[in-house]
Structure formats: C-alpha cells, structure tokens
C-alpha cells in the first residue's frame, strides 16, 4: 500500500478553478467537479457518454443538473464560506471541505465529506457537519437538486442548457427528476434523499430544484450534520439504486468505497520514495487517471480534459491512444483495450468521414464526441456579432490521428498478446486505416516516392504543409502494420473470416507494402529529419534553455511564427520517440538536440515526448527536469488553465515517459525486457507491470533493479 499523504489545497496557492478541477471525483459513470456544495455554480454533472447537439462544437459533454449543493442561511441571511480548505484523499477516494460562514455572534463551522461510489457506480454520497461557534438563532438547511445548469459557450457569457425536465417529483423519501438531452438522444433520471440529525427535512419539487429543506434552532456549540444520496441512471433504475443506497448510513458506503480504493491501489502496487513534490505529482495524476475507468461499460471514451471541466467540451483527441493508453495499457490492461473498443464501436462512422473526404477506408475525426464524426469547431467567435474569430483547420488537415489509432492497436497487442481482440476489432481497425492512407497518398514522380500533401502535423503553428514528416512516418508504419497483420491473419481461420468480410486481396496487401517502402521523409544535409518539406529553409529562430510556453517569445516573432521555425509541441521528436526502434541512437540525439532549441512547448503534450526521448538516449538531467515539469503540470498549474480540466495527456505521458523512456520497458521477441534508470530525485519505484496477461513486480531502488513474476 502507498504511503499515500492527502492533497491539502488552499486558494492562497492555487485559483480556486485549478482545485476544482484536482479535487474531481469520478467512477467513470459519474463525474462531479469539486466545486464546494456550499457555493453556487453552473456547474453541474457529468454522465460518461451523454453528449447532445451544440452551437459551435459540435456535440459536447452535457453539464446536467448539480446534485451537490448542501446551502445554509441564518435567520434568513445566505451564509457565505470563507477560509476554505480542500483535502484530497486519493487512496480512499474521498474530499473533504472545510469552511468557515461568518454570521452573527460568530461562525459556523463546516466540514463537508464527498464521494462518487466507486463500487455503487451511480451512486454519490455527501455528508456535511456545522458546529456553531457563538452563533444563535434559526438555521435553514437547503439540499437541492439544481435543474439550472448549462454548458458555456463563447464569449465567456453565454450559457446554453443543453437538457429539458421531462418528470420531477417529490415524496416523504425522495426527490425524483428526469431529463432528457436537447436532441432527444439520452435520458437520465435522478433520485435523491436526505436526513439530519436534528433538522426535519421535508422533500419538494419547486421551479428548477427538487430537494430537501428544514430548519432547526442553534445556539452555541450546536452540531447539525446531514447526509445526502443521489443516484443517476440512463437505464430507468434511478429509484431503485437510490433505496438501495438508502439501507446503508454514509458510513458504511463511505467504507465500502474505500475498501474499492485500497483494492485498487495494492494491485497497482505503487510506492514511490524520494522528492516529495514530484512523488506527490506522481500519485495524484495516477489517482485521477484510475477513477475515469469504469470497468462496466462497453468502451472507454477518454476526453482530452477527463471528465474534470469544460475543457475541450469533453472531446476525445489523439492524447488518448497516444498519450495515456500506455499508462493502462502496463498497469490497467483492460481499460487499454476499452480505450480501442470505444474507436471499433465508432468504425462505420470514420468510414463516412473518409468517403465524405474524398477517400477509401477510414478516417478517424480530429476531435470525437459519441457518434464519431468530425467534432472540431470551424471556426470560434470572439464576439457575439462574429466579427472577430478564430477559424480552426485541425479537423480539416490534422490527419495523423487515423496512424494514431493504428500505432495503439499495434502497442495493445505487442504488449497484451491479445489475439482475440485482433480478430474482432484490431485488424479492421489495421485494414481501414491503411486504405484511407493508400488513398491519401500520391504518387511524386519527380521524388520517385509517395508524398501526402496539405497537413497539419502535431506542430499546429505550421497547416496546410506537406510532408510532414510525423504523419508520413506514421501512415507508413500503418500500410506496414495492416500488410504484416493481413499476411499473419491469412494463416488463421479467424483471420481468414475478417479479410474475407474486408474483401482484402493479396495485390491490395501489396500495395501498402510498396508505398510503405517509398513514402518521402524529408531530410536535411546535416542529417536533421525535417517537420516537413521546406521546413529548413524557414526563417531561424532558437528559445532561451528553459523556456516553456511563448512568454519568453517576443510578440513580433510569435506574430510571424508559421514563418519561423519554432514548433508549438514535438513533432518529429514525437515521431522518433514512438518509433525509436527504427532509428540508430545517433539520430535520435542529433533530432532531439536540434529540436529542442526550436520548441515552445506551449501544449502541455510536448514535453513528456521530450522527456521520454531524452531519457531512452541517455540525457539524464535533462530528461528529469522534463518529467518533473510534466508530472506537476497540474499539481502546479504550470500552464495556468488546470481550471479547465485535467491534462491527461501531460499525466498519461509522463507516465509514458517514466515507463518507456527511463525505466525502459521492451517487449523483445515476445519478453519484457528493463534496463531501468531513476530520475535523482526518485530514490526508488515500485510498482505491478502488466505483459501478455501475467503480472510482474518491478523494484527499482538507486542502481539495483529486479523485475519477478507474481503468482
């Protein structure tokens, strides 16, 4: 077991949007924003999967009704908490909230307990205390459920209500409320009861809230606690849960929660010693990466934010495959190849992406709600008369991603040996993926390769280029995935069935292999792979050693930066670092050194590839201040906008950079090879590593390592 601290946060360190979001508590199901339940908000629930139709992006998460708030009021007078404590217990699941609300006399002292059952999956549980400290009169205890909530928009003042209230009801029990999305597609109901200690609460369904209230006398030294239940489901079975839930006290589904929690983390088998800060980064990304798998649903649909904010409206990007699936895939196996469910249930619709884009196979969206068609925003508003905007290109141009999704098939199954799951999803997945790039790329005749024209690689300060050398070595390794994959799968019956249904002939096969083996990758004299054709001969521009984001780029070069060779996030350095076994040591180094000096980092996904490859190559120090910034990229708020949601690809690539690039990790004619090294600050790592359905225990401890087999 960790010796896992809790996460205290105070708004004198952090904005109180950053807390909220590290103080998010999921299951997977549901998700609640740790938004004090004592303070009004917008902010209400998510429901994994439930997205509705939306003006500008397409489909977004919907901010469904808050079933939360606990409000408290003296005599009458809304009182206001201050002096607000935030503590995190991520190795039982668990926030507690402290407060101070002044009011006549004195104050009120109040310390709040929430969960999202880990177990329960639709199940929440608040328990809230208020102890008077010289203060005397009429309390008022209100426990709503809040039907007013809505997504933001843009500009900043516009909300939009993306559900309707279709039922809500109230008896002697409980509090009932059904709504459905704006487009008709998804219902969810909720259930909700309360009780006090001395307080008599009575149930009502008044306007837009269905709730508890009562009130009660206190003078000083009074203690009122109250307990509150909600249940959601999309299946009808609100009611049920909820009297379910409502035989056990809030202790005893406190208990069974963190039994869940405890299991989870001894089978991890995660311990790490040394600099305090970063083991604290360590464990609190871990936490937040475990809590969004929910192990009963079909897929696992993973937002670029979590399901922690409004950040990207809840939208799935590449962060998914390429930045986090390598954390489950070595310590949640499971929940990697959920990961993959989630793009084979949205197959036919990358299909249809493909066709309407002019091409064979399957296309996958830049940007993927529920339904799997484009969900990128054309372009954003500034104003309410869009006169002033932001056009955006990525869901147009920004094509790596369908190599993306191939790259991650190949990894699951190198690294589970799950033949099954290739049979059923993974080669189709292979196949379509190399037919929309057979078709994407041309023929140069003047190069004697196969070019891919008008991109936009992972460096977003650059579109419309060609060649980029990202997604042109990806799409080959895709043709070369899907060819070596079809020929294995011709020697099966099972494989024989998918092809047969693919209708893949062997001079299709062939065709991937020859424009696999003759895709251009532009190359400068020195032996620096170029980001793309033409790259090199762009204005020159290196970064002071440090630097992270564009603070420390001045305006008149940030205005003209398509024109230079700065790059937002690694490009190429991502390329090598995913590919790293088809290049020599010395490639890597000489990339890695000339990129480096060229790039912002402004996306939070750029360092851990830095880090990674940095590592693998033997730059030690400076591979380990690149982790350490991209483990607390949250923890420190260090790109300033964590209130927007949590960073999973910063947390599930520092994880990548540790289980790759440091500690070595290889999967090597079907064994799992280490070769470890520790960043200085990290006197030992344990943990359980998952290969090809056995469990290993690997203990790294100074320069000693060992890796056994568990039982």
Known sequence: ?????????????????????????????????????????????????????????????????????????????????????????????????????????????????????????????????????????????????????????????????????????????????????????????????????????????????????????????????????????????????????????????????????????????????????????????????????????????????????????????????????????????????????????????????????????????WESADDGFEATPREIPLDLRGERKVVIRTGELEHHITADVAYAVWLYHRYTGDDEFISQCGLALLIETARFWASRFEYDSSKGKYVIRRVIGPDEYHVGVDNSFYTNLLAAFNLQLAASYSRQAGDQPEGREVLSQLNVTDSEVREWERIAENVFLPRGADGVWEEFEGYLSLEDYTLPEGCIGEACVPEDVLARVEKTRLVKQADVVAGLFLLRHLFSREELSRNYEFYKRRTTHASSLSIPMYAGLAAYIGKLEEASALLRTAMLADLKNIYANTGDGFHVGSAGGAWTALLFGFLRLEENRGKLTVAPVLPPYLRRLRLTVNFRGKRYLLEVDGKRASIKELS
């Open 1 to 365: 077991m960790p010796a896992l601290k809790k996460f205290i946060f105070t708004t004198a360190e952090l904005p109180d949007s950053a807390i909220h979001t590290l103080t998010t508590l999921s299951n997977g199901f549901i998700s609640i924003r740790g938004v004090p339940e004592l303070t009004e908000t917008s902010t209400g629930t998510f429901i994994a999967g439930v997205y509705c139709d939306t003006p500008l992006f397409y489909r977004e998460l919907v901010n469904l009704p808050r079933v939360v708030s606990l409000y408290v009021r003296l005599d009458g007078v809304p009182l206001v908490p201050s002096e607000e404590v935030f503590t995190l217990d991520a190795l039982r699941g668990i926030v507690e909230y402290k407060a101070k609300l002044v009011a006549r006399g004195g104050y009120l002292e109040y310390t709040g307990v929430r969960l999202v059952h880990a177990k329960r999956k639709e199940v929440v549980a608040l328990r809230g205390k208020l102890v008077s400290r010289g203060v005397r009169g009429r309390l008022t205890l209100d426990l709503p459920v809040e039907l007013n909530t809505c997504n933001p928009s843009v500009p900043e003042n516009i909300c939009v209500k993306l559900y309707r209230v279709v039922e809500k009801s109230a008896d002697s029990q409980a509090v009932r409320v059904k709504v459905v999305s704006a487009d008709q597609r998804y219902s969810v109901e909720f259930a909700a009861g309360a009780k006090s200690s001395r307080a008599a609460l009575q149930a009502y369904a008044a306007g837009e809230r269905v709730g508890f209230a009562g009130e009660v006398e206190v003078e000083d030294g009074s203690v009122v606690t109250v307990e509150k239940l909600v249940a959601a489901s999309t299946a009808g079975e609100a009611a049920s849960v909820l009297n379910a839930a409502l035989n056990m006290d809030f202790n005893q589904l406190a208990a069974s929660h963190s039994e869940e929690w405890e299991r989870r983390w001894r089978e991890l088998g995660l311990e790490a010693e040394g600099d305090e800060e970063f083991v604290d980064a360590l464990y609190l990304n871990t936490f937040h990466l475990l809590q969004m798998y929910n192990s009963e649903l079909p897929f696992f649909a993973l937002p670029a934010r979590g399901f922690h904010g409004h950040g990207y409206r809840g939208h799935v990007f590449w962060d998914t495959e390429i930045y986090a699936l390598p954390f489950y895939l070595i310590l949640k196996p499971e929940a990697s190849r959920k990961i993959l469910m989630y793009r084979c249930a949205l197959l036919n619709a990358a299909r249809y992406n493909a066709e309407r884009n002019g091409c064979r196979g399957a296309q996958f969206p």
